[in-house]
């Protein structure tokens, strides 16, 4: 398979590889490109510096946002940045994992699609692509943005591609690498895969029963749960060796995400209101949730939980101080949360009660009464002990001191 880069100028080329006891934490890559025809597309040497490249007419300017890299440093870093493709691995793979277009048509890295708008690549493939070849169709790719740290090589080697509408996605996360797919002339394929080392930004695989090679930079390595973890940026030039893969810095992709797929339920500064969970983002807005963590009151709040004789019926942020609290005397239903203010048993002081037809409807310590209104349960109160004496005992000692006051005074007489 043609090579559209030599990795002879890498630290990670020839690098020497521990004894074979050393243990390895085992890992699946997953790696997605089409093999290149003949003459066009990634592999070829007429795409990265090769010896086509000056016959080359310009291509149109590129539509970036975000970091811009200087020209000379972008293509001094592809010069050691490895297009991969797989060789062997088994058949299948997620269809999440599609080929980059560049503007020739021909394939030149491969990309992940994040959202309905959004697809993820390495850094260094987004100089002059069109699309996404998704399932056969074209879907145009209208901007790209390097990650902002990205200055050649695998550390931060990522990009945020907004697309047109597409129905494939994908979950991102941050698990140990145990997946790769790749999709050699259309059809994706699962290569294994085994972490040999570990950087703060990267991780370093050892391939296992296959390897990558030409096209699959951008693909994506997986989680045994099947998120994207990392996406491939650099490897063997002779597509046989160790394959270096960049950690997905999960907090700027989201955020970069929302400008174009809207807002998620996972933490990316905007609000999604229509999670099975209340949105992290949401803090503050219309979610279902009231929270006391806002400078003004948080909409999912009731309005009446500030002091004004009445207590809130809604959900407050912080206790209502106009309520009185459950089986305390009341003088009015407006400050029982429940709405009831009455007397237990008829005769006592009236109390913040609530109407029950059975137990279950007072919670725990406390039943439904004979006046179909909660009251807390006798059986609950706590047993004398100790100093503790029942009202026989007072009794009996009131008697006594009656009898000793009695004596005193006649001997006084």
Not at 162 to 185: D, F, I, K, M
Request: include cysteine; glycine fraction near 12%; charged fraction near 20%.
């Amino acid at each position: 398979m043609g090579r559209a880069n030599s990795f002879v100028n890498s630290r990670f080329y020839g690098r020497s590889r521990p004894p074979k006891s050393a243990p390895l934490i085992s890992a699946i890559v997953v790696l997605s490109a089409r093999c290149p025809s003949s003459g066009t597309g990634v592999g070829n040497e007429d795409r990265h510096g090769g010896s086509n490249r000056a016959a080359r007419t310009q291509a149109p300017e590129r539509r970036r946002v975000g970091a811009v890299v200087e020209e000379d440093a972008r293509v001094s870093a592809l010069a050691s940045l490895l297009l991969l493709g797989v060789i062997g691995g088994q058949p299948g793979g997620p269809e999440f994992v599609v080929p980059l277009l560049g503007r020739d048509g021909g394939v030149q890295c491969t990309a992940v699609l994040l959202g309905a708008h959004t697809a993820i690549t390495a850094a260094h493939c987004v100089d002059d692509v069109s699309a996404l070849d998704v399932s056969g169709a074209a879907v145009e790719v209208l901007t790209a943005t390097a990650h902002p740290r990205w200055v050649g090589g695998a550390d931060f080697d990522l990009a945020l591609l907004s697309t047109g509408a597409h129905q494939v996605t994908s979950r991102l996360g941050s698990a140990r690498p145990a997946l790769a797919v790749g999709a050699a002339e259309g059809r994706r394929a699962t290569l294994g895969a085994s972490v040999r080392s570990e950087s703060v930004t990267s991780w370093t695989l050892e391939t296992d029963g296959g390897f990558a090679c030409g096209g699959d930079s951008g693909g994506a390595v997986l989680a045994a749960d099947g998120d994207v973890v990392a996406l491939i940026s650099r490897g063997d030039a002779q597509c046989a060796g160790d394959v270096v893969v960049t950690k997905l810095d999960l907090d700027w992709l989201r955020r970069a995400a929302v400008r174009f797929d809207g807002a998620s339920c996972e933490v990316d500064g905007a609000c999604a209101t229509s999670c099975p969970a209340p949105d992290p983002d949401c803090a503050c807005a219309a979610d279902g949730a009231c929270s006391a963590s806002c400078a003004d009151v948080d909409p999912d709040c009731a309005r009446d939980c500030g002091v004004d004789g009445v207590c809130s019926t809604g959900p407050c942020a912080r206790r209502d101080v106009d309520c009185a609290d459950e089986f305390n005397t009341c003088d009015s239903a407006l400050r029982c949360q429940h709405r009831r203010c009455a007397s237990i048993d008829g005769a006592a002081p009236p109390v913040c009660t609530q109407a029950c037809a059975v137990d279950a409807d007072c919670g725990t310590g406390a039943t439904c009464g004979p006046r179909a209104v909660c009251q807390l349960d006798e059986r609950e109160a706590p047993t004398p002990s100790g100093c503790a004496v029942s009202g026989e005992t007072l009794l009996w000692l009131a008697a006594l001191l009656l009898r000793l006051r009695t004596r005193k005074r006649r001997c006084d007489v």
